[in-house]
């Protein structure tokens, strides 16, 4: 069954409302541009109420290993999400699992991925010039179908609860990853929308 990752999680309650609707992961956003950024100290507060069978996830961009490492171990995050340009030495020096993200444009080779020998999965979402994630830009779900080899794909950008079902029969993806296709505003999440998202997903892959 794909997992599901509920990313740009900014206060408690919107975590419980992912825990309750059934998703794998949350996404903390360590990314002081973004709306969805959180504090080390605030994302602690949401860690802290999560279940064990819910991993935390942070998400950086272009952050060196060292304050990767020191933002991980206060805020209680189990797996570093790299949105950035990250080189593959990054990804190796961390301690924690690693998400390596890739934004595919036409001209992204996706035999780039291989030199990424250290990483538990890769994200893949569409490219959106100004953003680094959260701008909605839609990956081509046949491409990322192609991809597997490389290793274990998480399908991003501009997934809905109307559009993840198609999405993961087409991409077949180990997970998928939503934030501003679950929300009322950014960085506040709409509960229904998080809840039929986690629903249509997980019964992506039932053909009755």
Not at 146 to 165: E, F, K, Q
Not at 177 to 204: I, N, T
């Amino acid at each position: 069954m794909t997992q599901v990752k509920i990313c740009g999680i900014t206060n408690p309650d919107d975590a419980q409302a992912a825990v309750e609707a059934g998703a794998d992961m949350i996404g903390l956003i360590f990314y002081p541009p973004s709306p969805r950024y959180v504090t080390p100290e605030c994302a602690r507060k949401i860690v802290e109420r999560l279940p064990p069978e819910v991993l935390a996830v942070g998400v950086f961009v272009n952050e060196t290993a060292e304050t990767i490492a020191q933002v991980a171990e206060m805020s209680g995050i189990k797996k570093a999400q790299l949105h950035g340009d990250e080189a593959p030495s990054i990804c190796a020096a961390l301690s924690l699992p690693v998400i390596k993200a890739f934004r595919f444009t036409a001209h992204m080779r996706p035999e780039m991925m291989a030199g990424y020998t250290r990483v538990d999965a890769f994200l893949v979402e569409g490219f959106h010039e100004k953003l680094y994630g959260g701008g909605g830009a839609m990956a081509d779900w046949q491409q990322v179908a192609t991809l597997h080899s490389y290793g274990r794909i998480i399908l991003a950008g501009g997934l809905t609860p109307d559009n993840v079902r198609q999405a993961i029969r087409v991409a077949q993806p180990y997970a998928v990853d939503v934030g501003s296709g679950v929300e009322a505003s950014p960085g506040q999440k709409d509960r229904q929308k998080v809840r039929v998202f986690v629903q249509q997903a997980k019964a992506a892959t039932d053909h009755s």
